[in-house]
């Protein structure tokens, strides 16, 4: 039960977040889910792969392929555990045959990018992260986002346990503990 109380407040302000944010998101995505998006051009592509490059995107998914093989392994050693050990000889063959496909994932941001800026704020981009305050940015911010991230979690916490108190000094108030 002490591990779902300290799971409960994080949780709990994820998906308060979340929920927030998302109809915000609905709002500002309808009017470009109804225009096409358009075919960026080769040069808007470049400067988005370039940004993608100076913010060393590529770590996010670097191991989006052996991950991918090694969850499907599981999963279908769960489902066929007499075939365990040709699963796991599989495995890497097929880790192989599918090495590289990760680059699309690389491929599909940089359009993302390149359907949300123009060919001149990506170039401005660039030409901002590899400025001084641009490259102190790139370095800072996955400090300041797990900074962020744990005071986030911290007040979560603790409102969690003012929400607590609040809810049995009310029901204290009807004569009933909890």
Do not use: C
Request: hydrophobic share 50%; no cysteine.
């Amino acid at each position: 039960m002490k591990n779902v109380l300290k799971i409960l407040p994080a949780a709990t302000l994820a998906v308060g977040l979340a929920l927030s944010v998302t109809p915000a998101m609905a709002q500002q995505a309808a009017p470009k889910a109804a225009a096409p998006a358009q075919k960026a051009s080769p040069a808007a592509i470049a400067a988005a792969k370039e940004i993608l490059q100076i913010k060393n995107a590529s770590g996010m998914y670097a191991g989006a392929v052996p991950g991918m093989v090694e969850k499907t392994k599981i999963a279908l050693i769960q489902q066929n555990l007499n075939y365990q050990k040709d699963l796991n000889e599989v495995a890497p063959i097929v880790a192989q045959q599918l090495a590289g496909r990760q680059s699309e994932i690389g491929d599909g941001m940089a359009q993302i990018y390149a359907n949300e800026f123009t060919e001149q704020e990506l170039k401005d981009l660039v030409t901002f992260y590899k400025s001084p305050l641009g490259k102190k940015l790139i370095e800072a911010e996955p400090r300041a986002i797990g900074a962020s991230m744990a005071f986030m979690n911290s007040w979560a916490h603790e409102f969690a346990e003012t929400v607590m108190g609040a809810f049995r000094a009310e029901m204290r108030k009807r004569g009933k503990e909890v």
